[in-house]
């Protein structure tokens, strides 16, 4: 009996009931697959490309068959540029796709590479938001350099989600209002994360793609379960309301205006920004409107407490957001927030080390950040070396942890506001001291290993720091 593995990271990991409404995809992958081949499905939280490759992939291989097919499911976590453990830059990742197909191979298995599916989030014009940036397509490359067989899940999903539209496709994710779901009785916004409905549906249509594929052996999926298509979803109870604009305009209100709590007034968010805050016990929804436009709603819990995200994004510049709650008696008067939207963030300026200039063994980065930049990331080659939190005033600056050779380096900085970052500032830095090949290095070492002490004080002197 061959089978299916599943390798990847929380959206296709299988869930317990009592993580509902959260489902992962790879747990419905048994429902389009022939009863004579099995489904393994070994996704796991926050697995990246590279820790599930040194963690989890050698008991893998040691179990594989030929015949096996197995799906390498990343790209969905490697891309947080702020999250030194999780982020890989393009090469990095790519490389580490190659390593997967070529170990998989080596087993006599059959490497099938995904793309990450897409996330819930739509541009004002109504199309899907790209927020994988270019991880699909390093995937897709990967594929077509290796010959492995390709599911490009963030195509079909990004299809998906442009046919469900913004009013009807956050049925298909882990996004609940406050009070809706007992497992998230504050509300749950989870526009990455599936629910039942959404898994399966991503689910059949990784089968339908795995039986289209000629790099995939037919007999595995069962073509007439794939043919199956769920109902169309119905619409989201915010976009059901009806005339809400009677609210925003009634002349009797009751009770108090509804509160926000975040963000605070005046605060720079993201286009993907949500609100959270409180309204009084007894207000059963909340309506939100921009001049005099109605934007949305959400459910308001027993204890009063609110959270809302529009599936549409916003758009760049200032804006005040007007909330409205309805009661038994009436409409409560109207809370006000006013935000500016940033989709745009400027590059950090380095003032260390200087363009072109000397830094020590263990250098110092160091430079200002335009208002809103929570940290700046350090890259070297495409990989992250280094991440400095930025002060409220725009400050930054850290030491790198590791001794430097001597030598001639090019660094990128970048800055990043909540899930976006700038373009790189590049600055080239020499690093001073004794190069390796120098005598003053070769003679110290000839006749012993290098001293673990740093920096050493030990005779006779061997270049370090």
Not at 139 to 146: I, K, L, M, Q, S
Not at 266 to 276: D, E, N, P, Q, W
Request: contains cysteine; charged residues 20%.
């Amino acid at each position: 009996m061959s089978k299916i593995c599943i390798l990847g990271n929380s959206v296709a990991k299988s869930r317990k009931l009592e993580e509902a409404p959260l489902a992962g995809w790879g747990q419905y992958m048994r429902d389009f697959v022939m009863p004579y081949h099995e489904v393994r499905n070994f996704a796991r939280d926050a697995m990246t490309a590279r820790n599930y490759f040194t963690d989890r992939l050698p008991a893998l291989l040691g179990m594989l068959e030929p015949g096996d097919v197995v799906l390498v499911a990343f790209g969905g976590v490697e891309q947080r540029i702020d999250h030194p453990l999780r982020y890989h830059g393009p090469r990095e990742f790519k490389e580490f796709l190659y390593l997967y197909v070529e170990g998989i191979r080596a087993q006599g298995a059959i490497p099938v590479l995904l793309t990450p599916p897409d996330r819930c989030a739509f541009e004002p014009d109504g199309s899907v938001a790209n927020t994988r940036e270019e991880y699909p397509q390093l995937v897709r490359e990967a594929a077509a350099e290796t010959g492995a067989a390709l599911v490009d899940m963030h195509a079909f999903s990004a299809q998906m989600l442009q046919e469900l539209g913004p009013q009807r496709a956050r049925q298909y994710f882990r996004w609940v209002d406050a009070g809706e779901h007992p497992n998230h009785p504050d509300g749950m916004i989870d526009s990455t994360h599936f629910n039942d409905i959404g898994a399966r549906e991503i689910a059949r249509m990784v089968a339908i793609a795995l039986h289209n594929s000629p790099g995939v052996p037919r007999g595995f999926i069962n073509p007439e379960a794939a043919a199956l298509a769920p109902e169309y979803p119905p619409p989201a109870v915010e976009f059901t309301v009806e005339k809400p604009e009677f609210a925003l305009y009634a002349d009797m209100r009751v009770g108090n205006a509804p509160v926000f709590r975040s963000p605070s007034a005046g605060k720079l968010v993201s286009a993907m920004g949500k609100f959270t805050g409180t309204a009084d016990v007894g207000t059963s929804y909340l309506l939100f409107f921009e001049n005099g436009v109605y934007l949305g709603g959400t459910r308001v819990n027993h204890e009063g407490k609110w959270q809302w995200r529009r599936v549409i994004n916003w758009a760049a510049g200032e804006h005040v957001l007007q909330a409205v709650g309805y009661t038994d008696q009436g409409p409560t008067p109207i809370g006000t927030l006013a935000f500016t939207v940033k989709n745009w963030v400027a590059p950090p300026t380095v003032t260390s080390p200087k363009e072109g200039g000397y830094a020590s063994t263990r250098p110092r980065f160091a430079g200002t950040a335009e208002p809103g930049v929570t940290k700046v990331s350090i890259l070297e080659n495409g990989r992250l070396i280094a991440l400095a939190m930025v002060s409220e005033d725009g400050q930054w600056k850290t030491t790198h942890a590791h001794t430097w050779k001597p030598g001639t380096y090019t660094l990128d900085f970048v800055s990043v506001f909540s899930a976006i970052h700038s373009v790189p500032t590049r600055v080239t830095m020499k690093v001073h001291g004794v190069p390796e090949d120098n005598w003053i290095r070769q003679s110290a070492l000839a006749s012993r290993e290098p001293c673990s002490d740093n920096p050493c004080e030990h005779y006779p002197y061997g270049g370090g720091r």
